[in-house]
């Protein structure tokens, strides 16, 4: 479908498949731009190549049309999984004016060296290719780690280091560029995490008093076993006072566990959670041995944060504020390396699809695969409900919800917390809260024809109709 004469940015047309149509929107989009491009090389086509626009500036690594080899510095072409991005299109439209023969059929790219590289075209995978030179001993290589097709195991990333100094030595021209290392040392560290905490705890619980393994707290030991497992979570919930308590023991763990630590920030919404925070992490200071800065997101706005800085561990207790791709705190927390996040809201039924997979890239930018194809996909389940089975299945890995049963199993031993008994759960509901479970309780009576019945009956007679 267009409007006008251009695609549709929403709508899918019906004779493309929904990769096509995304390739020919970034080829629209860099038609219209206004960028540069500079030849960085005395190749006649493929090479380097430096694209510019009023916002920024990109290397691009062009190597054919549409080939799993080419590479862009921008965030759009490594996890849009279509192995192309406006800025390779603007490339290939450069070249098209200036180089007769466009797709340029029966040509391709050999450089003389082999290379590893990160191909990001269906999904990221660490690849050899094999030049014309030491052809027979770079195959021999590739047939010892690679599968037939040039791929590496993730069972051989840790053998990464090694492979490169074999390949080295065969040829010093052989490459290895640096997006591979920074992918491998991400599977890496999360696959060393997930070793050392299930040979910690082979139960699949960690002990809530933090000596043994409790019967009454069983539910609550394994929510927070798989919120250490997966290195960050999306929790979904109402607020409680004991709930802190979990995120309390969930900083020890973490911290615990790190070799390399980093600074950790709670970020909460406004100065009095600031204090409620800190009363309670203050139970756990004989355990946390790094600082955690309890910080409303005003403070946190203030910080002097410089990009790159590293994080071990972030919190943000309501992620309602990051559905916003631009918003200041969302912004903010990009600037930081985390290396556990976990973000906090207390319903999902308001989210739109873009607004979810905002908040979701922050987690980390390829958790939900590419974003048009999450959309896409999943409108149509939209509003989400609280429940693990009605999630896309991308979430559900990484998605917990605290139930009311789970509030209640939170209240802490006599002694561990200021009250062994829960407060009802209404007192503990601020006024939004409670127009926020007004409304999604309206919601599913709306949803549900009998309910709806009901509900105009009860209505019509309070109003003195009947």
Partial sequence: MKLGNRLSNKICPDNMTIEEWQVALRRENARESDFTV??????????????????????VAFRGVQSD???????????????????????????????????????????????IYVSYKGGRSIRLRVGDAY????????????????????????????????????SSSFRC??????????????????????SAYPEKAIPWDKKQINPAY???????????????????????????HLLARLVEEVYQGEVERNKG???????????????ILLQYSEYIHLPVQVVSQQTFLKQPIQQGAKATFVYVNDADCLKEWKNPVSLAIKRLEIKHLYMHVETLQHFTPVQLSSILQHINPFIIGPFYKFIHTYRPMFPLRERADFL???????????TQVLLTALVLPSGDAPSSAPLPVEEMLTPETRVTKF????????????????????????????
């Fill in 265 to 279: 920030y709670i970020i909460v919404g406004n100065e009095t959670d600031v204090l409620l925070w800190q009363s």
């Fill in 218 to 244: 069983s539910e609550v030991e394994h929510l927070l076993y798989d919120l250490c497992l997966n290195g960050f979570g999306f929790i979904v919930g109402l607020k409680h006072p004991f709930y802190m």
């Fill in 69 to 115: 080899r080419n590479f862009c510095s921008c965030l759009d072409f490594r996890t849009n999984g279509l192995g192309t991005c406006k800025h390779l299109e603007a490339v290939s439209l450069f070249l098209e004016e200036h180089v007769p023969g466009y797709p340029w059929a029966g040509l391709s790219y050999a450089a003389e060296y082999s290379s």
């Fill in 135 to 170: 052809r027979a001993e770079y195959e021999r290589l590739k047939e010892k780690y690679f599968s037939p097709e040039g791929i590496l195991p993730e069972s051989n990333y840790h053998l990464l280091e090694q492979i490169c100094e074999e390949a080295l030595a065969i």
């Fill in 177 to 198: 560029y640096e997006d591979v290392q920074e992918f491998a040392e991400e599977c890496a560290q999360l696959s060393q995490w997930k070793t050392e905490l299930s």
């Fill in 439 to 466: 409304l999604s309780l309206l919601g599913e009576i709306l949803d549900d024809p009998k309910s709806t019945e009901i509900l105009r009956e009860r209505i019509a007679r309070g109003a003195g109709l009947r």
């Fill in 38 to 59: 500079e030849h960085l090389d005395k190749n006649r086509i493929w090479g380097d190549y430096l694209v510019c626009s009023t916002t920024g500036r990109y290397r």
């Fill in 392 to 402: 896309p299945p991308e979430m559900q890995p990484f998605t917990f919800f605290v």
